[in-house]
Protein backbone atom coordinates (compact mmCIF):
# COMPACT_ATOMS: atom_id res chain seq x y z
CA UNK A 1 0.00 0.00 0.00
CA UNK A 2 1.48 3.50 -1.15
CA UNK A 3 1.06 5.72 1.26
CA UNK A 4 2.54 9.98 1.27
CA UNK A 5 2.39 11.62 4.28
CA UNK A 6 3.34 15.74 4.67
CA UNK A 7 4.03 17.21 7.45
CA UNK A 8 5.00 20.67 8.55
CA UNK A 9 2.69 23.23 7.12
CA UNK A 10 1.76 25.56 10.34
CA UNK A 11 0.69 29.49 10.63
CA UNK A 12 3.15 31.97 10.02
CA UNK A 13 4.17 35.28 9.41
CA UNK A 14 4.73 37.01 6.50
CA UNK A 15 8.84 37.20 5.99
CA UNK A 16 8.48 33.98 7.65
CA UNK A 17 9.91 30.18 6.67
CA UNK A 18 8.70 26.75 6.75
CA UNK A 19 10.24 23.40 5.73
CA UNK A 20 7.23 20.53 4.43
CA UNK A 21 8.19 17.25 4.47
CA UNK A 22 6.70 13.94 2.86
CA UNK A 23 8.00 10.38 4.05
CA UNK A 24 6.83 7.90 1.03
CA UNK A 25 6.20 3.97 1.79
CA UNK A 26 5.06 1.30 -0.57
CA UNK A 27 7.12 2.73 -3.60
CA UNK A 28 10.83 2.55 -4.40
CA UNK A 29 11.02 6.24 -3.75
CA UNK A 30 14.59 6.63 -5.20
CA UNK A 31 13.21 5.74 -8.93
CA UNK A 32 10.36 7.88 -8.34
CA UNK A 33 10.17 11.94 -9.35
CA UNK A 34 8.34 13.74 -6.59
CA UNK A 35 6.60 16.70 -6.68
CA UNK A 36 4.81 19.65 -4.07
CA UNK A 37 1.51 21.14 -5.31
CA UNK A 38 -0.64 23.57 -3.63
CA UNK A 39 -4.11 24.46 -4.03
CA UNK A 40 -5.71 27.43 -2.53
CA UNK A 41 -9.60 28.72 -2.11
CA UNK A 42 -11.09 28.65 -5.41
CA UNK A 43 -8.21 28.21 -7.31
CA UNK A 44 -7.19 25.03 -9.02
CA UNK A 45 -4.09 23.30 -8.16
CA UNK A 46 -0.58 24.24 -9.37
CA UNK A 47 2.97 23.03 -9.16
CA UNK A 48 4.78 24.49 -6.92
CA UNK A 49 8.40 22.55 -7.24
CA UNK A 50 9.26 19.40 -8.68
CA UNK A 51 12.57 16.58 -8.11
CA UNK A 52 13.46 13.68 -10.47
CA UNK A 53 14.75 10.79 -9.42
CA UNK A 54 18.53 11.95 -10.08
CA UNK A 55 18.07 15.22 -8.61
CA UNK A 56 17.41 17.80 -11.26
CA UNK A 57 14.62 20.02 -9.91
CA UNK A 58 12.31 22.89 -11.54
CA UNK A 59 10.07 25.67 -9.74
CA UNK A 60 6.94 27.61 -10.50
CA UNK A 61 7.92 31.57 -11.35
CA UNK A 62 6.20 32.74 -8.21
CA UNK A 63 8.25 30.52 -5.79
CA UNK A 64 12.21 31.32 -7.72
CA UNK A 65 14.63 32.15 -5.00
CA UNK A 66 12.12 31.75 -2.50
CA UNK A 67 11.26 27.53 -1.68
CA UNK A 68 13.84 24.70 -2.61
CA UNK A 69 12.97 20.99 -3.06
CA UNK A 70 15.43 18.42 -1.96
CA UNK A 71 15.29 14.58 -1.62
CA UNK A 72 16.84 12.24 1.12
CA UNK A 73 16.39 8.91 -0.53
CA UNK A 74 17.64 6.98 2.94
CA UNK A 75 14.41 8.53 4.49
CA UNK A 76 12.13 8.19 1.98
CA UNK A 77 11.33 11.94 1.93
CA UNK A 78 11.19 14.69 0.22
CA UNK A 79 11.18 18.00 1.73
CA UNK A 80 10.00 21.91 0.85
CA UNK A 81 12.11 24.97 2.28
CA UNK A 82 10.02 27.55 2.17
CA UNK A 83 11.34 30.74 2.75
CA UNK A 84 10.53 34.88 2.44
CA UNK A 85 6.65 33.44 2.84
CA UNK A 86 3.49 35.54 1.50
CA UNK A 87 0.21 35.51 2.05
CA UNK A 88 -0.31 34.05 -1.77
CA UNK A 89 1.49 31.12 -0.40
CA UNK A 90 -1.44 30.66 1.69
CA UNK A 91 -2.90 27.16 0.45
CA UNK A 92 -3.11 23.06 1.09
CA UNK A 93 0.11 21.99 0.54
CA UNK A 94 0.29 18.44 -1.41
CA UNK A 95 2.83 16.03 -1.96
CA UNK A 96 3.29 13.98 -5.10
CA UNK A 97 4.95 11.08 -6.27
CA UNK A 98 5.11 9.94 -9.95
CA UNK A 99 7.48 7.40 -12.08
CA UNK A 100 6.76 4.75 -14.48
CA UNK A 101 5.92 0.90 -14.20
CA UNK A 102 6.34 -1.33 -17.39
CA UNK A 103 5.58 1.91 -19.36
CA UNK A 104 2.64 3.31 -18.01
CA UNK A 105 2.85 6.41 -16.01
CA UNK A 106 1.38 6.10 -12.47
CA UNK A 107 0.97 8.75 -9.20
CA UNK A 108 0.40 9.29 -5.96
CA UNK A 109 -0.61 11.81 -3.48
CA UNK A 110 -0.07 12.45 0.11
CA UNK A 111 -3.56 14.26 2.11
CA UNK A 112 -1.96 17.46 2.16
CA UNK A 113 -0.98 19.82 5.25
CA UNK A 114 -2.36 23.33 5.35
CA UNK A 115 0.21 26.30 5.01
CA UNK A 116 -1.24 29.82 6.18
CA UNK A 117 0.64 32.86 6.04
CA UNK A 118 -0.27 35.85 7.42
CA UNK A 119 0.31 39.72 6.45
Known amino acids: QVQLVESGGGLVQAGGSLRLSCVAS????????MGWYRQAPGKQRELVAA???????NYADSVKGRFTISRDNAKNTVYLQMNSLKPEDTAVYYC?????????????WGQGTQVTVSS
Open 96 to 108: KAMGLVRGVKYEY
Open 26 to 33: GIIFSMNA
Open 51 to 57: ITSGGSS
